[in-house]
């Protein structure tokens, strides 16, 4: 992994929604809007203390995306002294866009794949954020 990486790590959220949204949309980041400057790592990986992701996950800032309050990936990355630098609710969001709600767990829809998109933005400015050396 490249110095200039920032690492992004969803929650897992099995069975809500609002994990499916975070997971989603840290995929778009990953793959459209800045694939040369992210990376992630499982979030049960982190929990299980899997050697090489807990050497990613100190090393390299982190951007924690939560589908909900429990804030599963800010705690878990606190919890193995993870390098968190920004942090992202998709529950904010979606109070910003209430239009945007996701159809269900398993199908995002296209409201909930807006929705999506949008919480990638929040990423996005994070990820930016951090790499310009601003705090």
Not at 26 to 44: D, G, H, M, N, S
Not at 85 to 104: C, H, I, Q, W, Y
Request: aromatic residues 4%; contains cysteine; glycine residues 8%.
């Amino acid at each position: 992994m490249s110095e200039n990486k920032v690492l992004v790590i969803p929650c897992s959220g099995i069975g809500k929604a609002h994990g499916t949204v975070t997971r989603q949309a840290t995929y778009y980041v990953l793959e459209k809007l800045r694939p040369e400057k992210t990376q992630t790592t499982c979030l049960a990986l982190i929990v299980v203390d899997d050697e090489e992701a807990l050497k990613l996950v100190k090393k390299y800032p982190c951007v924690t995306v939560d589908g909900c309050p429990y804030e599963c990936s800010k705690k878990n990355l606190e919890a193995v002294g993870g390098n968190i630098a920004g942090s992202v609710m998709s529950t904010k969001v979606f109070r910003d866009n209430r239009d945007l709600k996701p159809e269900s767990v398993t199908e995002l829809g296209p409201k909930g794949e807006a929705l999506a998109e949008k919480v990638a933005e929040k990423i996005v400015e994070e990820v930016d954020r951090i790499l310009d050396g601003k705090s």
